[in-house]
């Protein structure tokens, strides 16, 4: 589901590196994004490089976490993984978690 395994442990190796806030940011979507069905491999891994070249590039331009977000991070989300994906099931516990998880990391003094 998560596509070539070099490519996975990149992924998770960059977002490693990312700053707190950040970090935790990346880390409640891509929970968040596991509830959708990629098209193919391929769209799969992309789909979290550049979900992580987005949070790569708002650390260093110090772009705040609810900038990137916007007032709705379910929203953010969904639009986000429609690129990449046909259809998702999110239970209602998930979606609360990306909320509060998010809440949480854009409240991140590092995210600021």
Known sequence: MIGPKKRWRAYK???KELPG?????VE??????MHFVPTNAESTASMFEDLVDLFEQAAADGTPIREIVGEDPEEFVEAFAANYSEDGYVPARARKQLIDDLERAAGDSTAV
């Open 13 to 15: 190796a960059r977002t």
């Open 21 to 25: 806030g950040y970090r935790g940011a």
């Open 28 to 33: 409640a979507i891509e929970r968040y994004l």
